[in-house]
């Protein structure tokens, strides 16, 4: 633990409550006096009994008492069980603290159900062995994510204590994301501000939804970069995280992305001009044409403000290159 706290034959550490802390939930005191814990990891390190007051276990909202000690016997990081795989990577910067990853298109994050191999996470763990892992943790340093078929910019963390101040930097929303999008239609506006709230689709379970009963906040900025016939390229700036986001707020805006197979309903190519060339590179899509082009972020270690971009993959350049301007 932090300053006022000793450690003990075992390894475990104890502090003593003071005034200052009298009345605090246990589980945030010890994310408050642990800086390699969050409030989930607490709570569940309470729940193990691995966290004990005056000898005793309490639960996470246990108000902690002036006078009270509190040992705690914090599980060092060990290797997570992931196999480490041979996969490129295209790595911007690295550090001991974190990784700047431009992910390609079809690239999942995480191990999932469908998805045990050749993910980025199994990538990261070739490239990087030093890698912290909690408890054999399923995503080891994965502050964010983008969809598998979404291209661009990630920033992965190293070890435990810069995880948890990306996250914050995250939930603070100090973290710049800025994407690049090329929608059917063209968009009428110059900025659209969407905040429908967001959640599970009510009629289909692998979609998400402006319709849901339990949808959370969500806000997007979406800033028309140029006009084409049939289409609009947008840059568009994301001021929360809900899974699918853009991609659901542009489907609602009447304005889906160009390739995206879940919310285009839309033949591919529709609306667009009836240019061989242009048509074809449609058809040949294997994802949405959306592209995390910047991120900046305050450096964990450093405190340095840092900055990145990334260009759009080939085959959208390509696309967005026989478009037709719109006179």
């Not at 992931?82 to 995480?110: C, F, Q, W």
């Not at 994802?287 to 305050?298: D, I, K, N, V, W």
């Amino acid at each position: 633990m932090k300053k006022s706290s000793m450690t003990d034959q075992q390894g475990a550490c104890s502090v003593v409550v003071s005034h200052e802390d009298h009345g605090r939930r246990l589980d945030l005191f010890l994310t408050e006096k642990e800086v390699t814990l969050s409030r989930s990891q607490a709570a569940q390190l309470i729940k193990e009994g691995a966290i004990l007051v005056d000898g005793s276990p309490k639960k996470p909202k246990h108000k902690v008492r002036v006078g009270e000690c509190i040992r705690a016997q914090i599980p060092e990081a060990r290797p997570v069980e992931l196999v480490a795989e041979t996969i490129d990577l295209d790595v911007l910067y690295s550090d001991e603290h974190l990784v700047v990853i431009n992910k390609p298109r079809g690239m999942v994050v995480h191990p999932a159900p469908g998805h045990d191999s050749g993910t980025l996470v199994n990538a990261l763990l070739y490239h990087f062995p030093h890698m912290e892992g909690i408890g054999g943790e399923l995503r080891p340093g994965i502050v964010h994510r983008l969809d598998k078929d979404t291209s661009g910019l990630l920033v992965v963390a190293l070890n435990q204590k810069s995880l948890l101040e990306l996250t914050g930097q995250f939930k603070a929303r100090e973290v710049k994301k800025c994407y690049r999008a090329l929608v059917y239609g063209e968009v009428k506006e110059k900025t659209t501000i969407c905040t429908e709230p967001i959640g599970r689709d009510p009629r289909d379970r692998k979609r998400m939804s402006v319709h849901s009963p339990k949808g959370r906040d969500a806000e997007t900025h979406l800033h028309v970069a140029e006009r084409f016939k049939g289409a609009t390229l947008l840059d568009v700036d994301l001021f929360t995280g809900r899974t699918h986001q853009i991609r659901v707020h542009a489907h609602h805006m009447g304005h889906p992305i160009v390739g995206d197979p879940i919310y285009t309903r839309r033949r591919a190519g529709a609306g667009l001009p009836q240019n061989r060339d242009l048509q074809g590179c449609v058809r040949d899509l294997t994802g949405q044409m959306l592209h995390a082009a910047s991120l900046s972020f305050t450096h964990p270690g450093s405190g340095e403000r840092l900055c990145f971009d990334a260009p759009m993959p080939q085959d959208f350049q390509s696309l967005v290159a026989l478009m037709e301007p719109l006179s």
